[in-house]
Structure formats: structure tokens, C-alpha cells
């Protein structure tokens, strides 16, 4: 299942450091703007204590974690909109994302340039996601053009369309994200095909100071997170500089320098998680002495789906689902003694899949 997350954010603020981090891809970073011209894609594993507890338990030959992919794109400028800076490539770039990253300076640092002269992060925010809204005007205001005369003619398709297109522009209009705007399932199909880079969900990555990073916050930070609670946003903070050097070291190497710290996970972890939530993901698993896998998933997807993502077979000859919870699997010690128990189940085509059940799908084609 490939979706991504497109990191933005204004020049020099981190964002390629951070993906750096991420990916340990090398994507160029140097204290000048638009150092990043073409989008970096990364793919990373999914954190997932669980993944590892069930390797222990059945021994496997083989262990594939899930993964997410991330795109960093250029730093965005103030009337990028309107052709400023790099311009419309950026919003080409992010329009093909599924969920947007935003990275945030909350340091203050004299040896590093602000675009604007000033770490200031509130107006940081609201410049890139201002061009976000002007990008969503022109393109509400494009089709608006089209469907207006087919509604004025009574068009049923185009009536509805035009009510659902005029109610997000006065949200647009008013400063605020298409996301915002409350809408029923027919208008959210209505309004997916028009690829607005506002309806897609946001997280903010608070990037501050090794100094700061064990304090967890300053006053750009609390700025941040009181931004953000007005729209439901989460706040991660980083110190993108430490996640970077985390992502060099092994695993011994980087549980004792997180110990040294103080810090008990790595903001990276805790951002792969939170930007993988964030689009309403979830992970099942494969059990086997062959292989032990984790799987991608839409939370709501029913079983027969599921099947299809290991592969279309699967979907097109699905008999059932032979499922057990992941903690009950734990908990009994073994697959053997979980049946005995009762606690594996055999679940059918309208079965809604749940977080951590480790399944086996029986099928016939």
C-alpha cells in the first residue's frame, strides 16, 4: 500500500536534515535556499515492538517489517502560489502526496539564515499554509467556472457539486484548510477529486536545539501546539540535528546514546508512527516458520481486502480468515496453545480487520 508523506516547510528550517534522518539517504542539505530542487523519496520500516515479540516467538527464517515512504520537498517561499522561489513544481509535488509533514524552526540560531530574518514559527506556519489555500482558490475557482452553468440549468451532479465547492471556498476564503470544513461523505467524494492540497491531513514536526530537545519545549513549541489544537493537528518535537546522528548508529550504539540523553525513544520512531496514524494506517501480520511479515492497512478495510494487499489471488479466492489478537497470541505462548484456548477465530468476507491480528487467509482459485 504506497502512500506517502510530503515534508515542507520553509527554507532552512530542517526539513532535509530531517529526512536525513529518516531515510539515511543523504538528500543534500546546505544552509541556502533551495538546496532541495527535486522531491527525495524514502522508504522506512515501521517501528513495531510487535514485529520483533513475534520473530522470539516463532523463529522464522525470514523477517519483513511495513514501511512508509516519505518525500521531501523544496523549501516553499512566500508567493510560491503565484510562481515565487521554485513555484508551482512544489505544489505539483505536494498535490502527490497523501498527508502533509510540516517542519517548523522553534530554534534560534545566529549562524543559521532565516528566510525571513526572524525565527518566528506561527508566521512560518501561515506562510506556507497560506500558499496552500491560494493554490486550493485557483483551483475551486477554476472548476467553479465549469459547473456554474450546468447548475444554473439544473444539472443534479453539477447542483450538487457547485453547494459543496461554494461551502469550502468560504472556508478558503476565511483563512482556513478545506480540511475544516464539515462535510458528508457524498461531498468528501465530491471534493477528493479535486486533489486540494488543504483536505489533506497535517502533523507538525517542531524542530528545536539539542539544548532544548530534553526540556521537550520552549515558547516556539508552546506556540506551535497552541496553533495546532485549534485545527486537531499533533506536535512532534525533534532535534533534527540528534535524529540525524541516532540514524548513523546500530542498535546497541543508539540505545546507550539515547541513554545518555535521557531520552527513552527516538523522535524518529515516534514520528514514523504518528505520520503512519495519521492517514489511518494499521498493521497485521503473517505468522510463519518461513516468514514473519507485517502488513499495511487501512483501518475499516474488511479481510478479503487485506488479502488482496499480499496479493490479488488472495482477495479474488478468499474462504476466511483464521485470526487471532495479537496479545492473545502472546499471552497463550504459541499458536497451538492459543487455539486451544478458543482464541483463534475463523472470520469471513465482512470481517473488519483489527490493528495486531496475525492471520492466516485461506483461499481457492
Known sequence: MALTTGIVGLPNVGKSTLFNAITQAGAESANYPFCTIDPNVGIVEVPDHRLQKLTELVQPKKVVPTTFEFTDIAGIVKGASKGEGLGNKFLSHIRQTDA??????????????????????????????????????????????????????????????FAVLSKVKEALMQELPARSVDLTAEEKKIVHAMHLLTMKPILYVANVSEDELLEGTNEHVEAVKEYAARENAEVIVICAKVEEEIAELDGDEKMAFLGELGIEEAGLDKLIRASYSLLGLATYFTAGVQEVRAWTFRKGMKAPACAGIIHTDFERGFIRAEVVAYDDLMAAGNMAAAKEKGKVRLEGKEYEMKDGDVVHFRFNV
Do not use: M
Not at 475557482?141 to 447542483?159: F, H, T
Open 100 to 161: 502533509i509533514l510540516q517542519v517548523v524552526r522553534c530554534f534560534d540560531d545566529e549562524n543559521i539564515t532565516h528566510v525571513h530574518g526572524k525565527v518566528n514559527p506561527i508566521d512560518d506556519i501561515e506562510v506556507i499554509n497560506l500558499e496552500l489555500i491560494f493554490a486550493d482558490l485557483e483551483s475551486i475557482d477554476k472548476r467553479i467556472a465549469r459547473v456554474e452553468k450546468l447548475a444554473k440549468s439544473k444539472d443534479k451532479e453539477a447542483v450538487a457539486e
